[in-house]
């Protein structure tokens, strides 16, 4: 009734573009779970202020930790970008991750 049961749920991750899968508990968040499976995943602050961890949503929900907008700008939200570690799972997920990418702070000093 209050979705307290979440936290024992367990949800499969895949990663589209490179085929990697986990599993996340519900009580982490998505990048925690990815680095407790040995998945190598951007990231920098891991408090949602640098957007090192963006990923494409492309199937599934997940709960916003704290408000996306205050890292990613329209453009990204538009195309479902989420910040992984500011994502809580609430159901089987799939995702696009660029390994190689670099914080939103320092894609605007470059553009």
Do not use: H
């Amino acid at each position: 009734m209050f979705g307290f049961g979440d936290k024992n749920k367990v949800y499969k991750v895949t990663i589209s573009n490179t085929g990697e899968t986990f599993e996340v508990n519900g009580k982490i968040n998505l990048l925690q779970a990815a680095k407790n499976a040995g998945i190598e995943w951007p990231c920098d602050c891991k408090v949602g202020s640098c957007g090192t961890c963006r990923a494409i949503l492309k199937e599934g929900k997940v709960k916003e930790l704290s408000d996306f907008a205050y890292t990613l700008d329209g453009d990204m939200l538009d195309k479902g970008y989420i910040l992984a570690c500011q994502s809580s799972l609430k159901s089987d997920i799939v995702v696009e991750v660029d390994k190689d990418q670099k914080g939103v702070k320092d894609l605007q000093k470059a553009g």
